[in-house]
């Protein structure tokens, strides 16, 4: 009897061995178009079902992929292969996608409500794209805080980095940032142009959007010449340069009255940018009370500004743009043209003396 239990032991032992998975493939990560396989390696599982299943993450529903050694998922991107001598089951995933990646696992059933499983996962690289919840324009006034915000999806996760148009200085300093958010605590009307935000993770060349940043600011006037001397009864041109956004109101004045086209006086805008205007106020056939202080004068809803500009009495004409003509009267005058034949004239007759 003694002996009849020692023969039985290893018998009774071997039946009641639990099945494992000895070897899991580990993590892996692949490119769109690549090939991968995923190895699952059993012990004393001979009487039960392996299954491959599929899920985006822990809390989504699986998809089942195989069951023993035969494949359920009717996809020709995917093959399994069983090596009985080493008990392993091989899922092959050829012309890899981007819907691809998600964990894969490999189960043994061991009854309804009982299993054994372990996990690889599987990531694809994908380049960059940054998301549609990314800035794209900003309008701000001066001296308010602003932030540009820029997010990225792909694998790896991208970096995301800032830079100016023509390579310009960052309000934060440096020709460049790295982060998700560009922020300025107070905007300056020099902050204003063409932001590029760059996301690059390695594959491919990255994505960039560019993101335009509109900064309001009150009217500032320049003159490119404060003091214009013309002789009577000819024309001359005042100039003023504005720098505002929005766009301003222009007017000009002489003598606290606001000046407008007529017969005496010409005006005339030129807007050269968004932010940029010149304007230009022609003074007609000067007569005496014209001359004296204009001033030039621009506002919109941040402020205004004003600047003078002042027209003194010459004897010679100035050029220009009292080029080519010279006034005698109200009506009569000659051309440059004219004086050259006369002063020919009058020297051939003191030849013939």
Not at 23 to 30: A, F, R, V
Not at 192 to 219: H, M, Q, W
Not at 314 to 323: E, K, Q
Request: glycine share 6%.
């Amino acid at each position: 009897m003694f002996y009849l239990i020692l023969v039985l032991l290893p018998v009774s032992l071997f039946a009641q061995r639990t099945p494992s998975i000895s070897y899991i493939t580990q993590e892996q990560i692949k490119d769109i178009g690549g090939t991968v396989e995923l190895d699952c390696s059993v012990q004393y599982a001979k009487d039960y079902t392996v299954l491959w299943t599929k899920t985006l993450n822990e809390r989504s529903d699986s998809v089942f992929l195989s069951t023993g050694s035969s494949l359920v998922i009717k996809d020709s991107r995917f093959a399994l292969r069983h090596d009985p001598s080493s008990s392993t089951y091989t899922l092959q995933i050829k012309d890899i996608q981007e819907t691809d990646a998600g964990i894969y696992q490999c189960q043994v059933v061991l009854s309804v409500i009982n299993k054994i499983s372990a996990d690889v996962t599987l990531s694809v690289r994908r380049p960059p794209v940054i998301t549609d919840n990314s800035t794209q324009s900003l309008v701000v006034s001066e001296g308010k805080s602003v932030q540009m915000e820029c997010y990225a999806g792909g694998y790896p996760h991208p970096t995301i980095s800032w830079r100016r148009e023509n390579n310009a200085i960052l309000p934060t300093g440096g020709a460049t940032y790295t982060g998700s958010v560009l922020k300025i605590n107070s905007v300056r009307k020099e902050d204003r142009g063409t932001y590029y935000c760059v996301a690059d993770n390695g594959v491919s060349k990255g994505d960039r959007r560019n993101i335009n940043l509109e900064v309001e600011f009150a009217p500032f006037i320049t003159v490119p010449r404060p003091r214009l001397g013309q002789a009577l009864q000819y024309d001359m041109d005042l100039e003023c340069h504005i720098e505002a956004y929005p766009l301003p109101a222009i007017v000009w004045v002489k003598d606290e009255v606001q000046l407008s086209n007529n017969q005496h006086y010409s005006i005339s805008h030129f807007a050269t940018a968004d932010e940029f205007t010149d304007s230009t106020i022609r003074v007609i056939t000067i007569e005496k009370r014209q001359y004296g202080d204009y001033i030039c004068k621009a506002v919109n809803k941040l402020g205004q500004a004003e600047a003078k500009v002042n027209l003194f009495e010459t004897v010679i004409p100035v050029c220009p743009p009292a080029c080519g003509q010279a006034h005698y009267g109200d009506a009569q005058y000659v051309t440059s043209s004219t004086v050259v034949l006369v002063i020919g004239f009058l020297g051939v007759l003191m030849g013939f003396h």
